[in-house]
């Protein structure tokens, strides 16, 4: 329940007042098209609060907006169930009740007064700079809430930012004299590296048909379309000059100098050339794309496409993998020109048999137990091993180390200052290092003063983070939560 309030703390206590409003203007996308079940108005009772059937209404209702927002409009309730948007919705109502109970219990309190003064300077309801309660009760009916209902939730946000400031615990010079030494410090290391190429393993029969036993729902065929494809390319569409001065005069702000200076006609010729043949291309194609829904397109080319396609780019793959059966996607921009596509059949992935998974399976097995066999050499190995002194690194290391490339140096940096051993070994793709730790510095001595304000900014965060965990466990354990629904 809390990991959604940890994700979105500042949703939750700073700007949390405002939620109620932050579909307003955008519709009210996603109201009314779930049914919470309920033998009563309570959603949930949670230590002296009840979360309201219609409260949770409004909540699941705003969350849908957004998600909706990030599903281009598309958003259906089979969907929403699948993302556990009810759920999410609840979660995020719990977490506020909580915190509501917990100031309400310290003596934190909001007057009239301060409702009246937040509420008509919000921007969404200003008219030339005033409050306009024409407005206000116009937004709030097209949003089927009510004056009484707003003004509460409004209360209860003003009431998380008191309680959020008491919760800001500043970072003591201790504090950051540690961050600043973990963040800036050096190791001076010695390293001895060991290449997967070294080990030897040719696997049996019996092993790799083992191996694939128990990872056969990795070796699946991939998803597949029967489509009916039209394309139309650019390079179709014929041209003549009165056509493209036209186009110029159309869309003069296309044809730019570096400047921004309007280029004249001869000299961005080429430009409006293609912009006036990719426009009407896709003009024709979205001609074929009616036609092709309606199911009278004659030019339809009849074809299967695999997910894993190369000659589909991954934007193009992911649209179509979200379509349905009988569906017929609007024109697509690929390197081939426009593509109208109408999905016939869906063809399901499947688990391949053995023969067809073997050569994948052999590959994934060899590569797995040299993996192992390697971690044992080096395990067998760094009881004693010698290595090479490379010395100081730090987590801004500029340079490929030695033996390794940059890639693979900045991989093993992150990963040597998440370690706590002062002798170890880092796994990377092929290769394991072995690594010892001989000592340890501050890059220069004035370098903490030098980052003062990044360290207590990045220290703050990890700060209010480890209490904001906290405080949610204890109030956790405060106060009973009884769910309805």
Same mark, same amino acid.
């Given at each position: 329940?809390?990991? %959604?309030?940890?994700?979105?703390?500042?949703?939750?206590?700073?700007?949390? &007042?405002?939620?109620?409003?932050?579909?307003?203007?955008?519709? @009210?996308?996603? &109201?009314?098209?779930?049914?919470?079940?309920?033998?009563?108005?309570?959603?949930?009772?949670?230590?002296?609060?009840?979360? !309201?059937?219609?409260?949770?209404?409004?909540?699941?209702?705003?969350?849908?907006?957004?998600?909706?927002?990030? %599903?281009?409009?598309?958003?259906?309730?089979?969907?929403?169930?699948?993302?556990? $948007?009810?759920?999410?919705?609840?979660? !995020?109502?719990?977490?506020?009740?909580?915190?509501?109970?917990?100031?309400?219990?310290?003596?934190?309190?909001?007057?009239?007064?301060?409702?009246?003064?937040?509420?008509?300077?919000?921007?969404?309801?200003?008219?030339?700079?005033?409050?306009?309660?024409?407005?206000?009760?116009?937004?709030?009916?097209?949003?089927?809430?009510?004056?009484?209902?707003?003004?509460?939730?409004?209360?209860?946000?003003?009431?998380? +930012?008191?309680?959020?400031?008491?919760?800001?615990?500043?970072?003591?010079?201790?504090?950051?004299?540690?961050?600043?030494?973990?963040? %800036?410090?050096?190791?001076?290391?010695?390293?001895?590296?060991?290449?997967?190429?070294?080990?030897? @393993?040719?696997?049996?029969?019996?092993?790799?048909?083992?191996? &694939?036993?128990?990872?056969?729902?990795?070796?699946?065929?991939?998803?597949?379309?029967?489509?009916?494809?039209?394309?139309?390319?650019?390079?179709?569409?014929?041209?003549?000059?009165?056509?493209?001065?036209?186009?110029?005069?159309?869309?003069?702000?296309?044809?730019?100098?570096?400047?921004?200076?309007?280029?004249?006609?001869?000299?961005?010729?080429?430009?409006?050339?293609?912009?006036?043949?990719?426009?009407?291309?896709?003009?024709?194609?979205?001609?074929?794309? $009616?036609?092709?829904?309606?199911?009278?397109?004659?030019?339809?080319?009849?074809?299967?496409?695999?997910?894993?396609?190369?000659?589909?780019? !991954?934007?193009?793959?992911?649209?179509?993998?979200?379509?349905?059966?009988?569906?017929?996607?609007?024109? $697509?921009?690929?390197?081939?020109?426009?593509?109208?596509?109408?999905?016939?059949?869906?063809?399901?992935?499947?688990?391949?048999?053995?023969?067809?998974?073997?050569?994948?399976?052999?590959?994934?097995?060899?590569?797995?137990?040299?993996?192992?066999?390697?971690?044992?050499?080096?395990?067998?190995?760094?009881?004693?091993?010698?290595?090479?002194?490379?010395?100081?690194?730090?987590?801004?290391?500029?340079?490929?180390?030695?033996?390794?490339?940059?890639?693979?140096? +900045?991989?093993?940096?992150?990963?040597?200052?998440?370690?706590?051993?002062?002798?170890?070994?880092?796994?990377?793709?092929?290769?394991?290092?072995?690594?010892?730790?001989?000592?340890?510095?501050?890059?220069?001595?004035?370098?903490? !003063? +030098?980052?003062?304000?990044?360290?207590?900014?990045?220290?703050?965060?990890?700060?209010?983070?480890?209490?904001?965990?906290?405080?949610?466990?204890?109030?956790?354990?405060?106060?009973?939560?009884?769910?309805?629904?």
């Amino acid at each position: 329940m809390i990991g %959604f309030m940890q994700k979105h703390k500042k949703y939750l206590i700073i700007t949390i &007042w405002i939620s109620s409003i932050a579909f307003l203007g955008a519709g @009210f996308v996603g &109201w009314g098209t779930y049914s919470f079940s309920s033998t009563s108005n309570a959603a949930a009772i949670v230590g002296n609060r009840q979360i !309201t059937i219609d409260r949770l209404q409004r909540e699941y209702a705003r969350l849908y907006n957004v998600y909706n927002q990030l %599903f281009n409009g598309t958003l259906d309730n089979e969907q929403a169930k699948k993302l556990g $948007i009810e759920e999410q919705a609840l979660n !995020t109502l719990i977490s506020r009740a909580l915190m509501l109970n917990y100031a309400h219990d310290m003596g934190l309190r909001v007057s009239k007064e301060e409702i009246i003064h937040t509420l008509t300077t919000m921007d969404a309801f200003q008219n030339n700079g005033k409050f306009d309660e024409i407005i206000y009760k116009r937004l709030l009916a097209d949003n089927q809430m009510r004056p009484k209902d707003f003004e509460e939730e409004l209360s209860e946000g003003i009431l998380l +930012q008191k309680l959020d400031a008491l919760l800001e615990i500043p970072l003591t010079p201790l504090e950051i004299q540690a961050i600043g030494e973990a963040v %800036f410090s050096e190791d001076h290391l010695r390293i001895q590296i060991l290449n997967q190429s070294t080990i030897t @393993f040719n696997p049996t029969e019996e092993e790799i048909r083992k191996y &694939w036993e128990e990872n056969k729902d990795i070796y699946q065929t991939e998803r597949g379309y029967e489509v009916l494809k039209v394309s139309v390319n650019s390079d179709s569409i014929l041209t003549d000059d009165e056509a493209l001065r036209k186009h110029y005069e159309d869309f003069k702000n296309q044809f730019l100098d570096e400047n921004g200076q309007l280029l004249p006609f001869e000299k961005a010729k080429d430009k409006v050339t293609a912009h006036y043949k990719s426009s009407q291309a896709e003009k024709e194609s979205l001609k074929e794309y $009616i036609s092709l829904r309606k199911g009278e397109n004659k030019k339809a080319e009849s074809l299967v496409i695999y997910e894993g396609d190369s000659n589909y780019d !991954t934007e193009f793959l992911n649209l179509l993998s979200q379509a349905k059966e009988q569906e017929t996607l609007k024109p $697509i921009k690929t390197k081939e020109g426009f593509i109208t596509l109408k999905v016939q059949k869906i063809i399901p992935s499947e688990p391949k048999s053995y023969e067809d998974a073997k050569k994948d399976a052999t590959e994934d097995f060899t590569a797995l137990r040299k993996t192992q066999l390697l971690e044992e050499k080096a395990t067998a190995l760094l009881a004693d091993f010698k290595g090479i002194d490379i010395g100081y690194v730090s987590r801004e290391n500029e340079k490929a180390l030695n033996g390794l490339n940059m890639q693979e140096s +900045q991989d093993f940096i992150a990963q040597l200052f998440r370690k706590n051993e002062a002798k170890g070994y880092i796994l990377l793709k092929d290769k394991v290092i072995l690594y010892e730790i001989l000592d340890q510095r501050l890059k220069n001595s004035d370098i903490i !003063t +030098q980052n003062l304000d990044f360290l207590k900014r990045n220290g703050e965060q990890v700060k209010s983070r480890l209490v904001e965990i906290a405080f949610m466990e204890h109030l956790l354990n405060l106060y009973k939560i009884v769910r309805k629904i």
